[in-house]
T-cell receptor, first 114, second 112 residues
Framework: NAGVTQTPKFQVLKTGQSMTLQCAQDMNHEYMSWYRQDPGMGLRLIHYSVGAGITDQGEVPNGYNVSRSTTEDFPLRLLSAAPSQTSVYFC?????????????FGPGTRLTVL | AQKITQTQPGMFVQEKEAVTLDCTYDTSDQSYGLFWYKQPSSGEMIFLIYQGSYDEQNATEGRYSLNFQKARKSANLVISASQLGDSAMYFCAMGLSGDMRFGAGTRLTVKP
């Protein structure tokens, strides 16, 4: 049981490049979500998913795309990276709707956009 | 709008003493969860404690307790007998269906 895994751990991009941050969980959780954490701030929700084929926007969705083709995976795509997207990205998953179990967080991906 | 407010950017506490970290929230939903997470300098998010909006008793987990005052919309974290390893950022969060909002955090420093 690996929990929530994220790859890569670190990434440096140039402005305008695209990339995909990977997130996977092996707990059969319906909910998965992506957050970003800027220096000195709390986490802000980017996108979330309540199950395969269903996604929705969070607080700060602009510049990011997501899809959920399987229960296990929830990749986050940056189509054209900008310096404002320099941040630490956390993926998280949690259990059934209506039961507020704690979210399980991945270890984070530190992204720098030059 | 859903909002979480942590008004203490930084707190200091003497080792072995208790400390309270403040958190207030705003929501029109009746059903929600309140959480506290710890983020050490290594960066991972560590779940500490959870309180459901319908729970009548305050949640406790070892040295952590959550002082839940629903009418005042506050969910303060109390850490008893502080240890040096408690030095970290602490985030309050509110969980709603499909969404979770975080406060800006409080940096706790435990002095020896």
């Amino acid at each position: 049981n690996a929990g929530v895994t994220q790859t890569p751990k670190f990434q440096v991009l140039k402005t305008g490049q695209s990339m995909t941050l990977q997130c996977a969980q092996d707990m059969n959780h319906e909910y998965m979500s992506w957050y970003r954490q800027d220096p000195g701030m709390g986490l802000r929700l980017i996108h979330y998913s309540v199950g395969a084929g269903i996604t929705d926007q969070g607080e700060v969705p602009n510049g990011y795309n997501v899809s959920r083709s399987t229960t296990e995976d929830f990749p986050l795509r940056l189509l054209s990276a900008a310096p404002s997207q320099t941040s630490v990205y956390f993926c998280a998953s949690r259990g059934l709707a209506g039961s507020y179990n704690e979210q399980f967080f991945g270890p984070g991906t530190r992204l720098t956009v030059l | 709008a859903q909002k979480i407010t942590q008004t203490q950017p930084g707190m200091f506490v003497q080792e072995k003493e208790a400390v309270t970290l403040d958190c207030t929230y705003d929501t029109s939903d009746q059903s929600y969860g309140l959480f506290w997470y710890k983020q050490p300098s290594s960066g991972e998010m560590i779940f500490l404690i959870y309180q459901g909006s319908y729970d009548e008793q305050n949640a406790t987990e070892g040295r952590y307790s959550l002082n839940f005052q629903k009418a005042r919309k506050s969910a303060n974290l109390v850490i008893s007998a502080s240890q040096l390893g408690d030095s970290a950022m602490y985030f309050c969060a509110m969980g709603l269906s499909g969404d979770m909002r975080f406060g800006a955090g409080t940096r706790l420093t435990v002095k020896p």
